[in-house]
């Protein structure tokens, strides 16, 4: 069952402008992440966030969380074309260690 | 660094075949998980196992079974592939739950399967 839904579903900008993208989730969790995919590999992490902090930086990344709006923004600043990738937010909620995944937001960074 | 490694990265099998996917961690976690990845659909959970011998179904596990007989190996199968089972599969591995870091999954770079 698909948890975090990202948006935009797309994203085109140049490269030095910054890029936000968002997730919304639906049930309470216990932490948010974020992950990276390039084309055809598999997934980096890139940063977590708990439930109870309302911002994390992480060098060119900002990450929130809205538990209140059950949201979360991804803020990549000063972006670069090797930021080209797809994005994806992750929840947990459980005692369990499972990730659920939102289907990911394609970035394209134009030299 | 954590190291998953995927057995394959390109597979090219037939109706009817059984398939094994390999994927092997180095990092002596105790999470394992097998996920495909479709346009579209993101990341969908296929099995996990959180031991050796131990699993759990996850959102889609009709049609494949895994084996984990040691903690850095984890084997998903498909039993009798069908062509409706092309896709990326992706395997991640991660420490036991604790602190929000454990949680963390570390992913292999993907195996991409076509059932003729």
């Known amino acids: 069952s698909q948890q975090g839904e990202e948006d935009p579903q797309a994203l085109s900008i140049q490269e030095g402008e910054n890029a936000t993208m968002n997730c919304s989730y639906k049930?309470?969790?216990?932490?948010l992440q974020w992950y990276r995919q390039n084309s055809g590999r598999g997934l980096v992490h890139l940063i977590l966030?708990?439930?109870?902090?309302r911002e994390k930086h992480s060098g060119r990344l900002r990450v929130t969380l809205d538990t209140s709006k059950k949201s979360s923004s991804l803020l990549i600043t000063a972006s670069r074309a090797a930021d080209t990738a797809s994005y994806f937010c992750a929840t947990d909620s459980g005692a369990n260690s499972k990730l659920t995944f939102g289907k990911g937001i394609t970035l394209s960074v134009r030299p | 660094d954590v190291k998953v490694t995927q057995s394959s990265r390109y597979l090219v099998k037939r109706t009817g075949e059984k398939v094994f996917l390999e994927c092997v961690q180095d990092m002596d976690h105790e999470n394992m998980f097998w996920y495909r990845q479709d346009p579209g659909l993101g990341l969908r959970l296929i099995y996990f196992s959180y031991d050796v011998k131990m699993k759990e179904k996850g959102d889609i596990p009709e049609g494949y079974s895994v084996s984990r007989e040691k903690k850095e190996r984890f084997s998903l199968i498909l039993e009798s592939a069908s062509t409706n089972q092309t896709s990326m599969y992706l395997c991640?591995?991660?420490?036991?739950?604790?602190?929000?870091?454990?949680?963390?999954?570390?992913f292999g770079p993907g195996t991409r399967l076509l059932v003729l």
């Open positions: 049930t309470s969790i216990n932490n």
């Open positions: 991640a591995s991660s420490l036991l739950p604790g602190q929000g870091a454990r949680k963390t999954q570390y």
């Open positions: 966030i708990r439930s109870n902090e």
